[in-house]
């Protein structure tokens, strides 16, 4: 399962595993799941992408996580 940190609250979710288990570990915890989907080819997400990286690193309560959809397994 996902270990969760300040240092780690920007990790890449690479599996549908992982995304599930994170699912269930931030239901158990009754916290807060903010998961950013993108692409790298997405005009909006890379003018959004330094936003939401400076605002994960000052994030202590809520678990922010990413996801890119062009290489998630499944």
Not at 31 to 54: D, H, R, V
């Amino acid at each position: 399962m996902i270990q969760e940190t300040k240092a780690t609250n920007n990790i890449l979710i690479d599996s549908r595993l992982e995304f599930i288990n994170l699912l269930k570990q931030t239901k158990e915890k009754d916290e807060i799941l903010i998961i950013y989907f993108f692409a790298s080819w997405c005009g909006p997400c890379k003018s959004f992408g330094p936003i939401y990286e400076a605002v994960s690193k000052k994030q202590e309560t809520n678990v922010m996580k990413k996801i890119d959809i062009d290489h998630v397994e499944s």
